[in-house]
């Protein structure tokens, strides 16, 4: 049970007891004191109610043995309203009771059932036009509680599909930063071992620039991971505009993997939402992965470009392309698309065999 939902069983009993209360209240109002007998009746409520429902939360909903404790509480509310009328008030704290303590469908034939014991005290059942107001009765509560019902069970699939997005989001944050910062993190190594083209003759410069970088990168990842635990914006972002982001991540990009990346804005910088400018940077980050580890381009060119009514992110590099159109193109390009129609914006991939790869984000700005 959640806090949401403990809000709401915690208000089904105050209301319960709220109009026992007020029960006793117009009781008392009425005459001097209640009989005895109705002062025995309304704790029996009380307490049946405290020791078999409150004090089992774990077993609200169960059809066994809930379905005894509110057939318990009916015959008690029949008798306290027999004994004396002022309890009428309290069918409004016992009514919701069998939504919150049965399962459905028996929730309903529970809530039928209250509204039987609420005619059978007041003496209803004989009046002529008795059948056509137990039918409307019946059929209000049970339309309510069908009411109730379809509102649980949409709060329920919101929360689920507010799971599943969240998956989808780490899935994306880990992709966009650890699963690519491993990446460049195996290239550096690889590269290291290369430096060494014979047994005891290592180039000892080559190899230390490149064990600087892998460990340059593995601080930078371990600083993503902790971020990404954090739910917080993209690290480049925090302390920078998108702009200074995007060249910071193309100059590191530059030193690691050997090839010029350059970064041009145009239009006039302004401050970005959050998840706008992170979308942004991550498509960037995913276009010089790409570059990187499957187009061996020679050059990259990210273009940030400030419109009246939106911003796009061009990323641009003279590798050898691929076919956008071919299967099992990868999880980085189905993210992209993802982040980008969580913004708002539209994804566009333009690539061929030997012609390079052109990836245009478009974001609207209102």
């Not at 060494?196 to 593995?218: C, F, Q, S, Y």
């Not at 003279?318 to 129609?341: C, I, Q, T, V, W």
Request: net charge neutral.
């Amino acid at each position: 049970m959640n806090v949401w939902e403990a809000r709401w069983v915690r208000a089904f009993h105050l209301l319960y007891y709220a109009c026992l209360a007020l029960g006793l209240i117009l009781s008392i109002g009425e005459q001097t004191s209640p009989a005895p007998v109705t002062l025995v009746v309304l704790a029996l409520l009380a307490g049946w109610h405290w020791f078999f429902v409150v004090r089992r939360p774990h077993l609200l909903g169960r059809l066994r043995p809930m379905a005894l404790h509110l057939a318990v509480l009916c015959a008690l509310y029949t008798a306290l309203v027999l004994a004396d009328r002022s309890f009428d008030v309290v069918i409004f704290g016992l009514m919701p009771q069998p939504y919150l303590m049965l399962p459905t469908p028996w929730s309903y034939a529970g809530a039928v059932t209250t509204i039987l014991c609420t005619f059978a005290a007041r003496g209803y059942l004989d009046d002529p036009d008795a059948l056509w107001r137990l039918a409307g009765s019946c059929g209000l509560v049970v339309a309510i509680g069908m009411f109730l019902t379809y509102v649980l069970r949409q709060s329920a699939q919101n929360k689920m599909l507010g799971v599943l997005e969240e998956r989808a989001r780490l899935a994306r944050e880990i992709h966009d930063t650890i699963a690519q910062g491993l990446s460049g993190i195996i290239t550096q190594l690889e590269a290291a071992e290369q430096a060494m083209p014979a047994p005891g003759t290592p180039d000892l410069p080559a190899v230390r620039r490149r064990i600087a970088l892998a460990k340059e990168l593995a601080r930078d990842n371990l600083h993503e991971a902790r971020r990404s635990v954090d739910a917080l914006r993209p690290g480049p972002l925090q302390d920078a505009r998108l702009d200074a982001a995007l060249a910071q991540v193309a100059e590191r990009w530059s030193r690691t993997s050997g090839v010029s990346a350059t970064v041009t804005v145009e239009g006039t910088s302004r401050p970005l939402p959050g998840e706008v400018g992170a979308t942004l940077l991550r498509a960037a980050q995913e276009g010089l992965s790409n570059a990187a580890k499957h187009a061996r381009a020679g050059r990259v060119a990210i273009t940030l470009t400030y419109m009246d009514d939106e911003v796009t992110l061009d990323v641009y590099d003279n590798g050898r392309g691929f076919d956008p159109g071919a299967r099992g193109s990868g999880y980085g390009l189905a993210a992209m698309h993802e982040r980008a129609r969580g913004v708002g914006g539209t994804l566009t991939v333009e690539s061929a065999p030997g012609e390079g790869t052109a990836l245009c984000l478009r974001i609207p700005s209102s």
